[in-house]
């Protein structure tokens, strides 16, 4: 059995005066609302790295508790109560410290990704103290149960490079790892300024990709809330945030300093906007924004796979689950067809692709008058009246739920209530609490 994790040094043990987990391992089924976890090593490009200032960075903040809330009953203007808002059904727990074996230099990557799926099974939201940047990478895959993600980023450099001494790992490149997971479906990058080590083809990249770049001088112009309007409502936020994104008059003890960067005001407007816009899923190290954290978990996907592996012999791509595990309010819409809503008109007529279509349009509609979205899905139901029909219907289908998971199950039908009627979909979302 290993072990994940290893208890803090000294000082205070665990951060906010959180409770202790003794023993963290990969059989452990952790419960938890809130969950810190450590990962001081990310992956050093030269024998210098290894060991920095960086590494000292999760004890030391858990050593300044005291510092930063002298008592969790106190109460705290920053968030309009004390740190639990006076509720005792949320478990707020210190994982400890992911730290590298020696003699596989690799592993405690492995063990973060590990550690994060476990958290999150558990219905927890991570707080993750680094470390440098690049402990996002496994992070972040640790996170492929809980999608679609909008990544919002804050950052003064863009993170972007492919590889930096054959390291594909490490700092420099975390945005660039983070765009090619499937289920990270939006970046916004928040306070770039000045030079890093990113190229012009890493802008290229970053720009071709559809990255929201926000240099620092921009949000100064337009300010915080007008970035919240970019960043799309509803989603499954995971914020991370590079120290040297924020100001270095207020963050002065950083790698690469720039002046002119986020500042600690900003920073808060933008946790308490993403956490009113959506559920957050991750993030850095910070005071709980509102009671609600404890609850913005998104459904959890159970493995999870894509129909080109599963029916290599049919042109689909459809990402689908074994199960969902979800907790809300349940909406239940009636089969869609290929019907005009507004009309009540048939539509696409001896066209199985364009029926598709607008049933999955009067999905996303319903779903959306219902204060829901495609996201929520847990459950399809699709009806077909002749199997040659699959692969196109599967395949529109498959475009409009791209890194969603559902479950989902297909019946051949010998008739629909009209002849002309060729696919039903049905579909059941779960709006999380």
């Known amino acids: 059995m290993s072990t994940l994790t290893v208890p803090p040094r000294s000082g205070h043990k665990t951060l906010l005066y959180s409770e202790l987990v003794s023993e963290f391992t990969e059989q452990s089924q952790l419960q938890a609302d809130i969950a810190v976890l450590g990962v001081p090593f990310g992956a050093a490009y030269g024998p210098r790295q290894y060991s920095n200032d960086q590494t000292n960075a999760p004890q030391a903040l858990r050593e300044l508790t ?24 949320i478990r707020f727990v210190d994982c400890g410290d992911v730290l590298p074996d020696l003699a596989d230099p690799e592993d405690h990557k492995r063990r973060a990704e590990l550690a994060i ?3 999150l099974r558990g219905g927890g939201l991570p707080i993750v103290l680094g470390g440098d940047h690049g402990i996002t990478n496994p992070v972040l895959r640790g996170f492929d149960e809980v999608g679609p993600i909008t990544l919002v980023h804050i950052d003064a450099h863009l993170d972007w490079r492919d590889e930096v001494n054959g390291v594909r790992d490490g700092l420099s490149s975390v945005i ?62 995971y914020l991370t945030i590079d120290a040297d994104g924020l100001d270095c008059a ?27 816009k959506g559920r957050v899923v991750g993030k850095p190290p910070a005071r709980l924004p509102q009671p609600r954290i404890g609850t913005t978990m998104a459904h959890t996907r159970i493995r999870k796979f894509n129909t080109r592996e599963t029916y290599p012999e049919q042109q689909i791509d459809n990402d689908l689950c074994q199960a969902v595990v979800a907790r809300g309010t349940m909406v239940f819409l009636r089969g869609q067809i290929g019907q005009d809503l507004d009309t009540s008109e048939s539509v696409c007529i001896g066209d199985v692709k364009g029926q598709t279509e607008q049933a999955m349009k009067n999905i996303d509609m319903l779903l959306k008058e219902a204060g829901s979205q495609l996201e929520h899905i ?25 890194g969603v998971y559902p479950v989902s199950t297909g019946i051949v039908v010998t008739a629909f209530a009209r002849p002309e009627y060729l696919v039903e979909v049905d579909a059941t979302a779960v709006i999380p609490d």
């Not at 109460?75 to 004390?82: E, L, Q, T, V």
């Not at 559809?210 to 007008?226: C, K, R, V």
């Not at 790698?255 to 002119?260: E, F, I, L, Q, S």
């Open 66 to 89: 005291d510092r930063m809330v002298r008592h969790p009953s106190h109460y705290d203007f920053d968030i309009d109560g004390p740190l639990l808002q006076e509720r005792d059904d």
């Open 117 to 119: 799926r476990q958290i």
């Open 176 to 237: 660039r790892r983070a765009s090619e997971l499937p289920y990270v479906k939006h970046i916004v990058q928040i306070g770039l300024r000045a030079q890093g080590s990113g190229r012009p083809a890493d802008y290229r990249a970053a720009r071709e990709w559809g990255a929201d770049l926000i240099s620092a001088y921009e949000l100064h112009d337009i300010g915080m809330e007008t970035v919240l309007a970019r960043i799309p409502d509803g989603g499954n936020y």
């Open 250 to 276: 207020i963050m002065p003890a950083v790698d690469g300093p720039a002046p002119g960067g986020v500042t600690f005001l900003q920073a808060r407007k933008l946790i308490h906007g993403l956490v009113n």
């Open 378 to 402: 847990c459950k399809l139901t699709i009806y077909i009246s002749d199997p040659r029909f699959r692969e196109d219907v599967y395949r529109v289908v498959g475009k409009w739920l791209k």
